[in-house]
């Protein structure tokens, strides 16, 4: 028995499965197996390197060579679960739980200051501990900002309602999780969520005016916090020179430099690296690139870049191609997130940004880092799933849409 389609046009095809994974389902496009196939290859190649690198601080703590890279393969085993499940669940019912979320991740941010339940590492309170497991609250804030801010904007941005209830609920949920992190001393995060909120506001149709003047009050604040905070602003300071301080701001910066132009064209090997010594710390979190370059030289590098421009490009792809305008935010605020923390993480390590402690997405050891990103991006696949599923439009009701942005607020 045959199902008619939008408007009477290309019947979809909709899942077997039913309930909450009922999500109409097309045909799979090119940018679908693209973004599939990304995400697949990074968290692989991630596995491979915390392989490496993890062999040799889990032998320095006395532990099995395998302890860490075991630990990532679960959290890798649920994180492809999450992305599985995300992708099969229907986005648009993901609307009536944006605000759960917002207050979930808002609590989880306030536990997180309190003594007794966060946990300190570097000088950082980001973690909460349940037994042996731990997990950053905020990576689960920037998920959540994503969905709140698609589901706020959907269907209120470019109506005839004032900004108070359409885009300043979506900024001051911005602002209380930025201040939240910012007192667990994270600056990188804060700048994340905001540029997700940016995004989001933006491609909704928001105007434009409000949203610079917010850019260059948020900016003006985050480079004021970083200057007259000591660490960070000795890591700013040693940014174009880091010979100036070589023993202490600038030791990360000069490791990874070393090892990254030992490595030349085609590396070391795998397993192979000397800067994991002890020479370069974090070294299979925040710089686990700068291994990866020694080891699979600039050509492996340079696949790994090129992995994470397919997955900006499929995300792009997927928000212009979008059936509606949550879909379209959806896609959008989570390509942000991806593309923009794997620069922040690279260019910290090349040396072109001050070391901004984010992870590099799906590579560097860290669960809740991994499950987010992997469940993120199965949204980002179920809205490209979804795509093949509408009627289809003609160039000429398509350009029009393309061409101009939503309707702003008045």
């Known amino acids: 028995m045959s199902v008619i389609g939008v408007n009477g046009l290309a019947p979809a095809r909709r899942s077997r499965v039913s309930g909450l994974f009922a999500a109409p389902v097309g045909r799979a496009t090119a940018p679908f197996y693209l973004l599939f196939g990304a995400v697949f290859v990074l968290t692989a190649t991630g596995l491979v390197m915390v392989l490496s690198v993890s062999s040799v601080t889990s032998l320095y703590a006395g532990q099995s060579t395998f302890f860490t890279f075991q630990r990532q393969l679960v959290w890798a085993v649920v994180g492809l679960l999450a992305l599985i499940t995300m ?48 997990f950053q609250p905020s990576e689960f804030a920037k998920l959540a900002m994503v969905v709140f801010a698609a589901a706020w904007l959907a269907d209120k941005v470019g109506s005839e309602r004032s900004a108070r209830v359409t885009i300043h609920p979506v900024l001051v949920v911005c602002t209380a999780m930025c201040v939240l992190i910012l007192l667990q001393r994270s600056l990188a995060t804060p700048l994340l ?90 070294a299979q979190t925040d710089f686990i690139f700068a291994v990866l370059a020694e080891e699979m030289g600039w050509l492996g590098a340079m696949f790994v870049v090129l992995l994470f421009a397919g997955f900006i490009y499929c995300g792009i792809w997927v928000a212009i191609n979008s059936r509606d305008r949550f879909g379209q935010v959806l896609a959008t605020g989570i390509t942000v997130w991806i593309g923009t923390q794997a620069w922040l993480n690279i260019a910290a390590v090349l040396g072109w940004l001050p070391v901004t402690g984010v992870p590099l997405p799906f590579l560097s050891v860290g669960g809740s880092a991994l499950i987010t990103s992997m469940a993120a991006s199965g949204i980002l696949l179920n809205v490209a799933r979804q795509i093949g599923a509408a009627a289809p439009k003609s160039a000429e009701s398509r350009r029009p849409e393309i061409a101009k942005r939503p309707a702003r607020v008045n």
């Open 87 to 134: 992708m099969r669940f229907d986005y648009h019912r993901l609307k009536k739980f944006a605000v759960p979320m917002v207050g979930v991740a808002l609590l989880l941010l306030v536990a997180v200051l309190v003594p007794g339940i966060g946990t300190s590492a570097n000088g950082a309170t980001r973690w909460i501990y349940i037994g042996p497991i731990s």
């Open 193 to 282: 969520i905001a540029g997700i909120a940016f995004a989001a506001l933006y491609i909704a149709g928001a105007p434009l005016i409000p949203l610079t003047l917010w850019s260059l009050v948020s900016g003006v604040a985050a480079v004021t916090g970083a200057w007259v905070t000591g660490y960070r602003r000795e890591r700013i300071q040693t940014l174009f020179d880091p010979w100036s301080d070589p023993l202490d701001a600038g030791w990360q910066t000069i490791q990874a430099r070393v090892g990254m132009s030992s490595g030349g064209l085609f590396g070391l090997g795998l397993g192979e690296s000397r800067i994991k010594w002890g020479f370069l710390p974090e």
